[in-house]
């Protein structure tokens, strides 16, 4: 169980990381011209944008360093607690833009952080 959260948290990690650093950098105007999926940040100022970015990198950091650093280790399921409210909105805000088909999407994120926070809350939690 262990090796499966660490799998997941991992892959977590770099997926938050790498599209909150890319939400971060990128202008809105160009991140709505990548891709249909992306349409969803003109509903959001620039500013909104690059908040959610950052709020994943923190979130990436967050399900790592604690545990690896053995600093504050109760941070990990919190982070991964905080991706789940993430994702919510989320498939909120696509629900609301009627695009059903990638709320799927969002809601395997919030199952894989849900398993995460699970996991580490309960039984192989880093404290104890």
């Known amino acids: 169980m262990n090796l499966a959260l660490w799998i997941v948290t991992g892959l977590l990690a770099?997926?938050?990381?790498?599209?909150?650093?890319?939400?971060?950098?990128?202008?809105?105007?160009?991140?709505?011209?990548?891709?249909?999926?992306?349409?969803?940040?003109?509903?959001?100022?620039?500013?909104?944008?690059?908040?959610?970015?950052?709020v994943e990198v923190l979130a990436a950091v967050g399900l790592i360093l604690p545990a690896a650093l053995d600093i504050a280790p109760i941070l990990v399921p919190l982070a991964a607690l905080g991706l789940v409210l993430l994702m919510i909105g989320a498939a909120t805000v696509r629900i609301r833009r009627h695009e059903n088909k990638l709320v799927a999407v969002d809601l395997i994120y919030v199952a894989l952080a849900a398993f995460v926070a699970w996991g580490r809350f309960g039984p192989e939690s880093f404290v104890g």
Not at 34 to 46: K, L, N, P, Q, T
Request: proline letters at 2%; glycine letters at 18%; zero cysteines.
């Open 14 to 54: 770099v997926a938050y990381l790498l599209g909150g650093g890319f939400k971060v950098i990128t202008p809105k105007e160009k991140i709505a011209a990548s891709g249909a999926s992306a349409r969803w940040v003109e509903d959001f100022s620039d500013g909104g944008v690059k908040a959610i970015g950052a």
